[in-house]
């Protein structure tokens, strides 16, 4: 059953349970939060629950109804938890003391991102620097494309 995909809809809360260990087999560490990223992002488009990592589905406010306060706590905890669970234990020490998932994705996009940017960056200006015969290698990986 490890490797099967659970996903469990609470009908009477309408809350998904995710299981971390199956959906998110990537652990993140320093060099794999871009592709961790794609799978959580990939995951919560398809369960309609990015809304709450990108900030458009907010709690709800203290005058709410309490059975929708309760349900969207209980689903972001369960996002917080899949989110904890994906992490290497060097990295989760950083978002440990968040008490919701969008202020956990907010410290990992703040921290990651930065950094794969800059490998891009450091990858183009080596590969700007190689060469393939007489040929920079920006000239001839696109040519061997075009063969």
Avoid: C
């Amino acid at each position: 059953m490890s490797g099967e995909t659970v996903i469990n809809l609470d009908e009477a809360n309408n809350v998904i349970t995710l299981n971390p260990t199956s959906q998110l087999p990537t652990k993140l560490t320093v060099d794999k939060f871009p592709t961790l990223r794609a799978q959580l992002l990939t995951l919560l488009r398809g369960l309609d629950l990015l809304k709450f990592l990108n900030g458009t589905h907010p709690a709800p406010a203290a005058d709410a109804p309490t059975a929708d306060r309760r349900r969207w706590y209980r689903q972001d905890h369960l996002l917080l938890h899949s989110i904890l669970a994906s992490m290497s234990p060097s990295v989760a020490p950083y978002v440990s003391a968040t008490t919701t998932s969008r202020q956990s994705w907010m410290i990992l996009e703040r921290m990651f991102a930065n950094q794969s940017r800059q490998r891009v960056i450091n990858l183009k200006e080596k590969l700007g620097k190689e060469f393939q015969g007489n040929h920079p290698i920006f000239i001839y990986i696109p040519a061997q494309y075009n063969r």
